[in-house]
């Protein structure tokens, strides 16, 4: 059986440090790493913006830069890889500013050996995983695997700040099933389930990357349409419903039936400025949309 590669980079400007660690991780039985090297910041920093490594390797000293200063940058923009800190020193105060930066380990050079440095990777490497796991859990819908209502009102104030702040605009719709307690009722929760994610899917393929689409709760789903105005997010809007309509969904005993959605959409303005405005006049535009007949989008007076 193949043993699969795991890839490290190292980021250092010596290139006999570069051999060592190459060395010594051949060294290590139980791991096949491949290694690769770069010498330089910005080098480092075009390298990690690729995510080709499952482990980061930085030397404290990176050419006449920092690489603290490298790792703040990189967890500051997001970068979830581990990323592990060498240093030709030992110093407990630095070991401990080096953790609390976001580094996955401190290792003094002189210290290392092929299994102590094998065994800090995969460690790293292992609860890197194990964080991406709990974090995706802790924010998103387990049925659709869309974001959770928590996670989206977090990402509301969040933009509601920005667009204030660099004078963007920024729409938010809720959206709901129409007649969906029938759904249940009729041919079961396994078949609403799969009405639910299939809703879900459409709505992921419809809309653009930065479009923030979620689960707010049951059969309601809302999106944050950053940098666009009602107008332009009922676009896709129009889409998601048209597309959700013309599924075939098919229950246990064969029933053929299609699901229709309706929509309200509000503008962050001045009438509403904050987070609990703007949904409570989105669910307004929802249920005036609901009271003309449901399959339709409302957009919530501005003035």
Known sequence: MTQAVTKVLLLDDDKQDYIIVRQMLAKVPEHHFHVDWVNTYDKARAAIKKNEHDAYLIDYVLGAESGLGLLEEQVHTGFKKPMIVLTAHGNGAL??????MGAADYLPKKELSPTMLGRTIMH??????????????????????????????????????SSKRHDFPLTFCLGDLDFFKDINDTHGHF??????????????????NEDIP??????EFCILFPHSYPIEAEVSIERIRKNINNIIFQSDDGHIFHVTATFGVALLSAKHET???????????L?????????????????
Do not use: C, P
Request: aromatic share 8%; proline share 0%; no cysteine.
């Open 95 to 100: 070991d401990m500013k080096t953790i609390q």
């Open 191 to 208: 078949v609403g389930d799969n009405v639910l994610r299939s809703f879900s899917d459409v709505l992921t393929e419809e809309l653009r």
């Open 275 to 285: 987070a609990s405005d703007l949904v409570t006049a989105a669910d307004k535009a």
């Open 214 to 219: 979620g689960r707010y709760g049951g059969d």
């Open 287 to 303: 249920y005036e949309a609901k009271n003309n007949g449901r399959n339709r989008t409302v957009i919530a007076e501005e003035g």
């Open 124 to 161: 790293a490497i292992e609860r890197n995983l194990l964080m991406e796991k709990l974090y995706f859990q802790a924010t998103h819908d387990e049925l659709t695997g869309l974001y959770n209502r928590k996670f989206i009102m977090e990402q509301l104030g969040t933009m509601i700040s």
